[in-house]
Every structure is written in C-alpha cells, then in structure tokens.
C-alpha cells in the first residue's frame, strides 16, 4: 500500500508540474493552453506524443517517464500547435524543416523553463 500511495503523490506532484509547465510553454509560444492529455498507454502509431491538427489535442505517453521528458514532448507538439497557426501544411516526419524547428524550439524551452525552476530535473 506504501508503494500505491507514494505513486499517487508522485503523479499529483508530476502533474502540478506539468501543468505549470504548459502555461510556461503557451506563454513563450503565444498560445492558448492547450488541452494536454496524459496517457499511461501509447495510442497506435505513437510515439511519445502528438498533436491533432483538427481539436488542437496534445496527447502524451508518460509511463515510466520523467517529468521533464514529459514536458519536452509536450513542447514540441506545442511548438507544432504554433507552426499550424501560420500554415495548414505541416511536416512532421523526421528531419523535415517544420520538426526540426520543433525540436529546436522545445529544447530552448525546457532549458529556459529548467533555468527558473531548478529541481524541474529532478
């Protein structure tokens, strides 16, 4: 039972986190917070997450992850969510101009957000 507790406490805390974090995030993007949703499971054809064009959706796969890695993810959708406001066309696929630029954007926000929150890695 210890176990199932310390578990529950450590979501809430991953969540609170989590949630600060995308605030963080649709600032620096200029974006309203998405809806993020967390998944203890992959949905087929996922990889860590994704972000859906039409209801502007963010799902992300969490089991046995970090925060911070969590939020990394939802980075980059978001960062996705601002490159579909200005175009309909989106690349996602590896090494294409629009995912690169998403990683690029996500890391510099999880470093920055990282820079005022120290124990984010944690």
Not at 90 to 115: C, F, Q, W
């Amino acid at each position: 039972m210890k176990h199932f507790v310390k578990f529950i406490v450590e979501q809430y805390e991953k969540q609170g986190r989590i949630d600060d974090f995308v605030k963080f995030a649709a600032e620096f993007l200029n974006l309203e917070v998405p809806k993020v949703i967390l998944l203890p499971e992959r949905e087929p054809d996922m990889t860590t997450a994704s972000y859906n064009m039409k209801n502007g959706e963010i799902k992300v796969y969490i089991k046995g992850r970090a925060a911070f890695d969590i939020c990394r993810s939802i980075a980059l959708e978001m960062v996705h969510a601002a490159q579909h406001k200005k175009t309909d066309d989106l690349d996602g696929s590896t090494g294409s101009p629009h995912e690169d630029e998403a990683n690029a954007i996500a890391g510099r926000i999880v470093r920055m957000y990282g820079k005022q929150n120290p124990d984010f890695y944690e």
